[in-house]
Structure formats: structure tokens, C-alpha cells
């Protein structure tokens, strides 16, 4: 059982910057890969970014590629992404899962509660 508690969530200007943070606890966390996922008022979820249990591979959607950056640290069993240039579009609910071996099965078997980001123009 993995448990995941997102934060750092906010409100900020085009052109800002935020870092959320995805704290996790639980047995062997840090054999799980992390997704970062997003959903918008009236969208589907949205797969942001991934990052593989020992911080290789990562994979990031299109539209934020060259802008949000995701990372881990298991010594802290937390895993990061670091979003800059935010934009408009990016306001969004986002949430951090865990699942093992993702590349493979594409599955997220823990969910975090999400946190709200508002980007204004």
C-alpha cells in the first residue's frame, strides 16, 4: 500500500513558476515509477509527466516539454515537478500517482488527493 500527499499547489501570474511537491509513504515506495496527471474544469485526466522508480526514464506530454520538469528524491520518498513558463491552459487539478513498472502496463494502481493550480493571464 503506497499513500500520496500532494502539495504546493497555488495561484500565480502567467509567466510564474510553482513546484508540487508528491510526499509518499508505504512499503518499498520508491520501487514505484510517478505520474504527474492534470484535469481541467469540463476535461478528461490529463497525463502530465512520468519518472521511472530510480529517476530514468521520464516522459512529459507535449505542451509542457521544455517547460515542467519532474523529479525524485527516494532518500525523501518524494518526487517533484517543477513547473515553469506556467501558462493558462495548465489550470488544472493535479494529481501524483504511483504503479509499478509503467512503461510496461501503463497502470496507477495509488492516487494522491490532488492539488489545485490557477494560472491567471
Known amino acids: 500500500q503506497v499513500q500520496l500527499v500532494e502539495s504546493g499547489g497555488g495561484f500565480v501570474q502567467a509567466g510564474g513558476s510553482l513546484r508540487l511537491s508528491c510526499q509518499a509513504s508505504?512499503?518499498?515506495?520508491?520501487?514505484?515509477?510517478i505520474g504527474w496527471f492534470r484535469e481541467a474544469p469540463g476535461k478528461g485526466r490529463e497525463s502530465v509527466a512520468r519518472?521511472?522508480?530510480?529517476?530514468?526514464?521520464?516522459s512529459y506530454v507535449h505542451s509542457v516539454k521544455d517547460r515542467f520538469v519532474v523529479s525524485r528524491d527516494n532518500a525523501k520518498n518524494t518526487a517533484y515537478l517543477q513547473m515553469n513558463n506556467l501558462k493558462p491552459e495548465d489550470t488544472a487539478v493535479y494529481y501524483c500517482?504511483?504503479?509499478?513498472?509503467?512503461?510496461?502496463?501503463?497502470?496507477?494502481?495509488?492516487w494522491g488527493q490532488g492539488t489545485q493550480v490557477t494560472v491567471s493571464s
Open positions: 519518472i521511472a522508480s530510480n529517476g530514468s526514464p521520464t
Open positions: 508505504g512499503v518499498s515506495s520508491s520501487n514505484y515509477d
Open positions: 500517482a504511483a504503479g509499478l513498472q509503467t512503461w510496461v502496463f501503463n497502470k496507477f494502481d495509488y
